[in-house]
């Protein structure tokens, strides 16, 4: 069980608006943490797409975009596209573990 | 172009040791905090230990005092000791730069993994 809770999975037509929410605790998101998110595509590593809250690393398209509310956060996909099926993993430091937590990761489907 | 190359992964007993390698290049390897990061299939993603440009290491609870991570700057290397490994460390493990924005840490760049296997 993760300490960030994630959806197991979302799906949407091409062109259709997903969210993937994030859910965490005081003592990371709402502790004033930053929310990081990741892609996996099949049989690849992990792939920085959103850092600190809403922030994309170069060449990331801007139809991906992150937000922040209180202990939770939300990754955002605006017309989605078949490429865009892959795992996302949201990521924040807990204060009480002390370590940088994961959440358990959403499966999107592009249908 | 960053570049993360892990090796040393492999089957073992439990109970036994095993030592992985990242082989860094495309960047001042000396700047940066570097982690290891794990996955099963099971739990999905698990930051397992990092360490600090100053040398200073971080360990989640489940490898605490049996994983010891270290790097050797002059030649651009990560390393992750395991010892007294569990079937539970079963994994492909990633080696991962991390940068910062306003004090807040983040991922940037992963290798391809490495498979360790443990075997009961």
């Known amino acids: 069980q993760s300490v960030l809770t994630q959806p197991p999975s979302v799906s949407g037509a091409p062109g259709q608006r997903v969210t993937i929410s994030c859910s965490g605790s005081s003592s990371n998101i709402g502790a004033g943490h930053g929310v990081n998110w990741y892609q996996q595509l099949p049989g690849t590593a992990p792939k920085l797409l959103i850092n600190?809250?809403?922030n994309r690393p170069s060449g990331v398209p801007d139809r991906f975009s992150g937000s922040k509310s209180g202990t939770s956060a939300s990754l955002a996909i605006t017309g989605l596209q078949a490429e865009d099926e892959a795992h996302y993993y949201c990521?924040?430091?807990?204060?009480?573990?002390?370590?940088?937590?994961f959440g358990g990761g959403t499966k999107v489907t592009v249908l | 172009e960053v570049q993360l190359v892990e090796s040393g992964g492999g089957l073992v007993q439990r109970g036994g040791s095993l030592r992985l390698s990242c082989a860094a290049s495309g960047f001042t390897f000396n700047k940066y905090a570097m982690h290891w990061v794990r996955q099963t299939t099971t739990k999905g993603l698990e930051w397992v230990s990092g360490?600090?440009?100053?040398?200073?290491?971080y360990y989640s609870v489940s490898v605490k005092g049996r994983f010891s991570i270290s790097r050797a700057n002059a030649k651009n290397s990560l390393y992750l000791q395991m010892n007294s490994l569990r079937a539970e460390d079963t994994a492909v493990y990633y080696c991962a730069r991390s940068d910062h924005d306003f004090g807040q840490y983040y991922f940037d760049s992963w290798g391809q993994g490495t498979l360790v296997t443990v075997s009961s």
């Open positions: 990521q924040s430091f807990d204060s009480s573990l002390s370590g940088w937590m």
């Open positions: 360490i600090g440009v100053a040398g200073d290491t």
């Open positions: 600190v809250n809403n």
